[in-house]
């Protein structure tokens, strides 16, 4: 998918990933880029940046939300929460699942008429945790491998209508979620270029950096990537 021209709701825009992913999109001439931000506001002065009160977990935001965009070509399902845990704590597994799964499921379904109109594309900002859990944030991974599961599932069921579903694997980037961590990190920018150059050239699976992309091609040739495709078979077709 071309992105010029387009219109592009990024959630979770206002630092980090979510703040390059707006620059990138504006850059590569994006017609209209709605900004979803927890408080509704963003310091931005293109004239193409709408910022939208969107807090994933609420859904009556989600919903004013939806309301407010008349049309969509890209949703950048971005905005997540990881927090250090050992699993003792139930509370903080459900603010995982709640951002990073539930979040992002309402948001999809609040804006998929607008992608099914538009034959658009799905774009979830998972991470390499969702292959394989990193122990000090296992909330964290749990919740990206659920939403990694609904990626796929999302791909099969709108595969005949046509919206395209991408899965993005996120390696360590630089921002304030891994500060905690003194590994090489991409910076956010060269990450949300990868993101897009994915999108423009049709990836299912998208490794936007470095580190993520070490793991591709395992990745697509591997047992879980067949399985998928197996699985997708049983979607019955819409006549």
């Known amino acids: 998918m071309n992105i010029q021209n387009k219109a592009i709701l990024i959630t979770g825009a206002n630092r980090g990933i979510g703040r390059a992913l707006v620059d990138e999109a504006l850059r590569r001439g994006a017609k209209r880029v709605h ?4 408080s509704g506001e963003l310091q931005n002065a293109d004239n193409r940046v709408t910022p939208l009160k969107l807090d994933v977990t609420n859904t009556t935001q989600i919903q004013e939300a939806a309301q ?3 049309s969509l070509d890209v949703l950048i399902n971005n905005a997540g929460v990881a927090l250090y845990d050992d699993l003792t704590d139930r509370a ?3 603010q995982s699942l709640a951002v990073n799964f539930f979040g992002m499921h309402g948001v999809t379904q609040a804006f998929l008429p607008m992608l099914r109109r538009s034959k658009g594309a799905i774009v979830n900002n998972l991470s390499l945790v969702a292959l394989a859990p990193l122990p000090v944030i296992p909330g964290y991974s749990i919740s990206k491998a659920a939403a990694a599961n609904m990626t796929q599932s999302l791909r099969a069921l709108l595969a005949g209508q046509g919206v395209t579903v991408h899965a993005v694997f996120l390696g360590p980037v630089d921002t304030d979620m891994n500060r905690g961590f003194e590994i090489p990190k991409a910076s956010p920018e060269s990450a949300a270029q990868g993101i897009f150059d994915g999108l423009e050239k ?8 470095p580190a993520s992309l070490s793991v591709a091609e395992g990745w697509r040739m591997g047992v879980a990537k067949a399985l998928e495709r197996q699985f997708a078979a049983f979607v019955p077709e819409r006549r």
């Open 35 to 38: 900004a979803g931000t927890r």
């Open 68 to 70: 407010k965009v008349e």
């Open 92 to 94: 903080s597994l459900e």
């Open 202 to 209: 049709g990836e299912e699976d998208i490794f936007p950096d």
